[in-house]
């Protein structure tokens, strides 16, 4: 039996690779909406409410300022959970854990709010991929 030629050993590590590089992303996709519905019921189970001033938008976090029941004034450091649509100088009803107030959320948001963005991401990677892959096999096939 013969090895392929270079080539061909090529596009095939490259399609594998590809496949892998799909596979972990599948994974972080699923992940990421799993890890926002445990921030949600972390919330929920300890809930406290309060009116927060938006500080500032940017891509990577929204940051807002609120203050609790005993006086403490809460800015949390990784800004708020489901932030879109907000502006600077919004004043916003927002829900957050109570043993852990640097978890808040804007009210009546969820993980739901995740599944749609999370979702294209992962469309959009599949068919990227997939074309790669698809080009690789038949390139490897007019060789």
């Known amino acids: 039996m013969t090895k392929p030629p270079l080539g061909v050993r090529v596009r095939r590590a490259v399609s594998r690779a590809l496949l892998v590089v799909g596979g972990v992303v599948t994974l ?4 990421l909406p799993i890890a926002c519905w445990r921030d949600d019921v972390a919330i929920e189970r300890n809930m406290g409410q309060a009116v927060a001033q938006v500080d500032s938008v940017a891509f990577n976090r929204t940051v ?3 203050a609790t029941p005993d006086g403490r004034v809460m800015i949390p450091s990784q800004g708020v959970l489901y932030p879109s649509g907000l502006n600077v100088g919004d004043n916003v009803r927002v829900e957050y854990d109570q043993t852990n107030p640097e978890l808040t959320r804007v009210a009546g948001r969820s993980a739901v709010l995740s599944l749609l963005p999370v979702g294209t991401f992962l469309v959009a990677v599949w068919i990227a991929i997939a074309a790669v892959v698809t080009v690789l096999r038949r390139f490897g096939t007019q060789v």
Not at 28 to 31: H, S
């Open 28 to 31: 972080v996709c699923v992940l």
């Open 64 to 66: 807002v300022r609120y």
